[in-house]
């Protein structure tokens, strides 16, 4: 059984958002963690830093010894912050997707997009638990 919490926001391609402020915190979840197993890159270009994305824009990418797979902004905002520690270290994200494991902070645009993301309930419906 995955860990979802109750504070945090949820993509359909696994990515979840907490928000502090108009500060958004990004990541992957408990769940995606496990189905990629061993994480052993972060494909996150420095570049994006500064840079204003779209909800649903692909930001990067994380690769697994067996597969990978493409990462999505949950919503529009303002790169400020890659996790550097993240990038150097990988695995951290299987050890604590919610904690020192996450990968981009930015700027919140419009809240209002929250809307369209899952909450906790709906997020373990959408995985099967």
């Given at each position: 059984?995955s ?28 769940f995606?963690q ?24 692909k ?26 520690e ?7 994200a ?32 959408h995985?099967?638990?």
């Open positions: 059984m860990l979802v919490l109750d504070n945090l926001y949820y993509t359909k391609t696994h990515e979840w958002i907490k928000v502090e402020g108009d500060i958004g915190i990004i990541g992957i979840t408990d995606a496990k189905e990629l197993q061993d994480i052993v890159y972060f494909g996150i270009d420095e570049g994006i830093i500064g840079k204003n994305l779209t909800a649903g824009e930001f990067g990418y994380v690769e697994a010894v067996k597969t990978a797979a493409d990462l999505y902004l949950p919503i529009s905002g303002e790169v400020i912050e890659i996790n550097k993240l990038i150097n270290n990988p695995v951290i299987n050890q604590d997707p919610y904690g020192k494991g996450w990968i981009l902070k930015i700027k919140i645009k419009d809240k209002e997009e929250l809307k369209n993301l899952l909450n906790s309930e709906d997020y373990k419906k995985i099967g638990e």
